[in-house]
């Protein structure tokens, strides 16, 4: 099976470079239907598997998710909680773990490897299944990230990956996991985004890094996959470096400024000083806060945090 449907050579020039969109043949796998998609649920390990509602967040950083505890519900439940309220599903690395998505995410990346002649590493691509009111807030990726819209409709907000949209002590957070994948955002920033609507069994891909945030109109499924590429690596062993520097010696080192061959020491410095620990992480805990319940409304009861260990 040819995975996308309309690839043309604009395409494949702009791929990575710019933001494209394609179509593509994921629903035709029969492996994204709300009956699929509770089997996969009741299979998958619940150690990768994250249930989440939107929280109040704060004016920086709004829309925080919160941990839902999701061990009491089945697969068809937690579809309908999706359906219903304001549930947001991820089923990290499904189409790794699961031999019948492996095989089509192995046809994705077979297929963007022969178009654009490059090799693709350490693939990973999981599920998401969102309610209509699902919002993922402003945030970047570290790696070459790829959205395969399935099912419903959504609005993507992509932004430049300028240090005005993507401050470098905000990606050294990023890079050191000192904190989840937000970002400052505030709503004049939408000046410099482009809004993309997806239908269904629309991919969009863009530049390594480039912020962005999505809006459901509708019940949505989703495939998201990521993959290192040796410029995210290179980056990302540079900013681990700057991360160290500013945290140790409060040196501010900025991506922009240095020169290859800064860039290049840092590079092979950055995998050494992450290999042995050199960045001091403040110990967070994923603390659960409420439960999926079918008799509730919107699926979604309020508890006392506890701190999440399944
Ligand atoms: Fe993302």
């Not at 409709?153 to 990023?174: C, G, S, V, W």
């Not at 400052?184 to 482009?194: F, L, V």
């Not at 806060?289 to 008799?295: G, L, P, R, W």
Request: glycine share 6%; with cysteine.
């Amino acid at each position: 099976m040819d995975i996308f449907k309309n690839w043309t050579d604009d395409h494949t020039k702009k791929f990575r470079k710019d933001i494209i969109t394609v179509k593509h043949r994921l629903s035709e796998t029969g492996l994204f239907t709300d009956e699929a998609l509770a089997r996969l649920l009741n299979k998958h390990p619940s150690q990768k598997l994250d249930v989440c509602t939107m929280g109040k967040g704060t004016e920086l950083f709004p829309n925080k998710f919160r941990t839902g505890d999701f061990r009491d519900s089945d697969g068809k439940t937690l579809i309908e909680a999706a359906k219903a309220g304001k549930i947001w599903i991820n089923v990290r690395e499904a189409m790794n773990v699961h031999p019948e998505y492996k095989a089509v995410l192995d046809q994705m990346y077979g297929a963007i490897s022969d178009i654009t002649g490059e090799p693709t590493f350490n693939a990973r691509g999981g599920i998401l299944i969102s309610s209509p009111a699902a919002r993922v807030p402003y945030h970047c990726d570290q790696t070459e990230t790829i959205l395969w819209h399935v099912r419903g409709k959504k609005r993507m907000y992509l932004y430049p990956p300028t240090e005005e949209y993507l401050p470098d002590e905000a990606y050294h957070r990023i890079i050191t996991n000192d904190r989840e994948d937000d970002i400052p955002y505030s709503e004049d920033m939408d000046k410099g985004a482009k809004a993309f609507d997806l239908s269904e069994d629309e991919m969009i891909s863009w530049r390594l890094n480039a912020p962005h945030r999505v809006d459901n109109q509708s019940y949505c499924v989703s495939v998201t996959t990521e993959y290192s590429t040796k410029e995210s690596a290179f980056k990302n062993s540079v900013m681990f470096t700057n991360a160290v520097l500013r945290q140790k010696f409060g040196v501010d080192s900025r991506w922009a400024d240095a020169s290859m061959p800064e860039k290049y020491v840092k590079s092979i410095a950055g995998r050494v000083l992450r290999k042995i620990g050199a960045y001091d992480n403040p110990d967070s805990d994923d603390m659960v806060t409420f439960k999926v319940d079918k008799n509730a409304p919107g699926f979604i009861v309020d508890v006392e945090p506890y701190q999440r260990a399944f």
